[in-house]
């Protein structure tokens, strides 16, 4: 209880939030604000655009609102509960840095048993789930600029 961390709760939260939005950044800063634009002229129902009146330059500062709202506070807290988590059970506990570790105060020394390991493994399975359908999304796309812009 007297030890004195290496990083500041501000450090911590700049260092995470950089990790966890910078990649998500990465693959949705241009797609999304342009997904919701093309959207606004696609769709007949879509609930922001009622009318066929609205100027392109609102349906842009519509679509940038939308993806400012959905990169918004909520987003960053998912990636620092768990880096919390995952801190304080490392520096506290001198416990590995995975998923068992969160796992610790509930079931305490049973993280390193079979329940551990399966606890694991499903969070390394729903990474991959989680990771695949965005490759493959972003991968389709690129596929598709590319034989778009080709003669």
């Not at 392109?56 to 400012?68: E, G, S």
Request: aromatic share 18%.
């Amino acid at each position: 209880d007297t030890d004195k961390p290496e990083f500041s709760d501000a450090e911590w939260f700049s260092m995470l939030f950089a990790c966890g939005i910078g990649i998500g950044l990465f693959f949705f800063s241009v797609s999304e604000p342009l997904r919701h634009y093309t959207l606004s002229h696609t769709l007949p129902n879509n609930r922001y655009i009622t009318d066929g009146y609205i100027p392109d330059n609102t349906l842009a500062q519509i679509a940038m609102n939308i993806t400012f709202y959905h990169w918004g506070l909520h987003a960053w807290v998912v990636y620092c509960i768990v880096g919390i988590i995952l801190a304080f059970t490392s520096f506290r506990w001198d416990l590995p840095l995975t998923m068992k570790s969160c796992f610790y105060p509930l079931i305490g020394e049973k993280i390193f048993g079979w329940l551990g390991d399966s606890i694991d493994i499903l969070s390394i399975i729903t990474t991959i789930f989680e990771c695949a359908p965005v490759w493959g999304w972003e991968l389709s796309k690129s596929t598709r600029a590319c034989t778009f812009s080709s003669p």
